[in-house]
């Protein structure tokens, strides 16, 4: 129903900085919530950033707290990552997703998203 897709993942140097992006298809986008997971080689996906439908409420997991930040243009149907200070232990796959709802608050939980992208792989090196 809807379409995401990631990008600007790659590899870079501990402490550097990258920027993610997720372009996502659909009129409606402007009222979706969406969010940033990540999935390290041997563990569960996790929970790294969310915003609500108008970017309002934020949220972000506790270990990127500070160095991450999360933002959405809805005039161009975008959801970015801007990642700063990366340690390697930030290497995974990145995937962003969206959900329906317009909800106030922005949420975490991994169940509540209805659709996923196919992940970009974001690697830091010591």
């Known amino acids: 129903q809807v379409q995401v897709v990631e990008s600007g993942g790659g590899l870079v140097q501990a402490g550097g900085s990258l920027r993610l992006a997720c372009a996502a298809s659909g009129a409606t986008f402007s009222k979706y919530g969406m969010g940033w997971f990540r999935q390290a080689p041997g563990k569960e996906r996790e929970f790294v950033a969310a915003s609500n439908w108008n970017g309002n409420s934020i949220h972000y997991a506790d270990s990127v707290k500070g160095r991450f930040t999360i933002s959405r243009d809805n005039a161009k149907n975008t959801l970015y990552l801007q990642m700063s200070s990366l340690k390697p232990e930030d290497t995974a796959v990145y995937y962003c997703?969206?959900?329906?709802?317009?909800?106030?608050?922005?949420?975490?939980?991994?169940?509540?998203?209805?659709?996923w992208g196919q992940g970009t792989q974001v690697t830091v090196s010591s």
């Open positions: 997703a969206a959900q329906r709802l317009n909800l106030a608050i922005a949420i975490a939980t991994i169940e509540s998203y209805d659709y």
